[in-house]
Nanobody, 125 residues
Framework: QVQLAESGGGSVQAGGSLRLSCAAS????????MAWFRQAPGKEREGVAA????????YYADSVKGRFTISQDNAKNTLYLQMNSLKPEDTATYYC??????????????????WGQGTQVAVSS
């Protein structure tokens, strides 16, 4: 059974940094892609960053490129999202997700079957 548990959310002023973590268990096999999504109040969920776990290839939404970094620690089965230069528009609930897909599909935000419960990030101006 796949389980994903996010942590690290909180409140920060604009320009600050936060690091989110996602502890993963039960994910086996190859062709695994993990990602961070976010959903702000009244808005649709959007993909933020993705990583193909076997190759380490990454993909970012334009809105966070250059500010956010997705990474993984395979020994700890943990996914991270380092968020720098945070803006008020980054305020949202952030979700960790996992799914099996081909590496070329990393740029698609579809194909994620497993989700964490979310962690809230609030950025004040």
């Amino acid at each position: 059974q796949v389980q994903l548990a996010e942590s690290g959310g909180g409140s920060v002023q604009a320009g600050g940094s936060l690091r989110l973590s996602c502890a993963a268990s039960g994910i086996t096999g190859s062709s695994v892609c993990m990602a961070w999504f976010r959903q702000a109040p009244g808005k649709e969920r959007e993909g933020v960053a993705a990583i193909y776990t076997s190759s380490g290839s990454t993909y970012y939404a334009d809105s966070v490129k250059g500010r956010f970094t997705i990474s993984q620690d395979n020994a700890k089965n943990t996914l991270y999202l380092q968020m720098n230069s945070l803006k008020p528009e980054d305020t949202a609930t952030y979700y960790c997700a996992a799914g099996k897909k081909a590496s070329w599909a990393i740029a698609s935000w579809r194909g994620y079957n497993y989700w964490g419960q979310g962690t809230q990030v609030a950025v004040s101006s």
